[in-house]
T-cell receptor, first 109, second 114 residues
Framework: GQNIDQPTEMTATEGAIVQINCTYQTSGFNGLFWYQQHAGEAPTFLSYNVLDGLEEKGRFSSFLSRSKGYSYLLLKELQMKDSASYLCAAMDSNYQLIWGAGTKLIIKP | GAVVSQHPSRVICKSGTSVKIECRSLDFQATTMFWYRQFPKKSLMLMATSNEGSKATYEQGVEKDKFLINHASLTLSTLTVTSAHPEDSSFYIC??????????FGQGTRLTVV
């Protein structure tokens, strides 16, 4: 079956760095997405990886290893507004998005 | 990117009534739109794929007679929750995709059935 695993909750300190891991198993693969979702709001796009390696975009970076079925989202210089859920989603061979349950990130001062 | 507008953002309705949720693609002609449901602290669950001018494709376990989807134009899809029950209370989100990559979401609709 198809499956996405990511930690349920993480806690980090303002100004620090945090890495949110995601492992996936899909029928075929057409890319890995990360979305940010604040409570009560819809998800917003953060990143898309389809090739192995690190993609950097400001304070956020995303990494993909296709051979390992693994991705991570790296958040630097954490700010209080980064407190949110981070959703990992993999796209299968039918271009369907398979969603993880999300990682709730709590930022403490 | 694409701008997706979803309305209403919140709705409270009585058991047994029907509620219509609209999803509009404001700057992009979307032949396909997606409807999701999300329970607290849970993943997005794809309910159905809305296809312009044809019947929606429902995911297994989703009652098509209860969740009516209409995609009458390239910019509008509607989801109607019929004969709503308290267990239908949830967060409903629509999305469109540009090609086969990035998904753009509407603001979501918080439905509460009392």
């Amino acid at each position: 079956g198809q499956n996405i695993d990511q930690p349920t909750e993480m806690t980090a300190t303002e100004g620090a760095i945090v890495q949110i891991n995601c492992t996936y198993q899909t029928s075929g693969f057409n890319g890995l997405f990360w979305y940010q979702q604040h409570a009560g709001e819809a998800p917003t796009f953060l990143s898309y990886n389809v090739l192995d390696g690190l993609e950097e975009k400001g304070r956020f970076s995303s990494f993909l290893s296709r051979s390992k079925g693994y991705s991570y989202l790296l958040l630097k210089e954490l700010q209080m507004k980064d407190s949110a859920s981070y959703l990992c989603a993999a796209m299968d061979s039918n271009y369907q998005l398979i969603w993880g349950a999300g990682t709730k990130l709590i930022i403490k001062p | 990117g694409a701008v997706v507008s979803q309305h209403p953002s919140r709705v409270i309705c009585k058991s047994g009534t029907s509620v219509k949720i609209e999803c509009r693609s404001l700057d992009f002609q979307a032949t396909t739109m997606f409807w999701y449901r999300q329970f607290p602290k849970k993943s997005l669950m794809l309910m159905a794929t809305s296809n312009e001018g044809s019947k929606a494709t429902y995911e297994q376990g989703v009652e098509k007679d209860k969740f009516l989807i209409n995609h009458a134009s390239l910019t509008l899809s509607t989801l109607t929750v019929t004969s709503a029950h308290p267990e239908d209370s949830s967060f409903y989100i629509c999305s469109v995709r540009l090609g086969n990559t990035e998904a753009f979401f509407g603001q979501g609709t918080r439905l509460t059935v009392v």
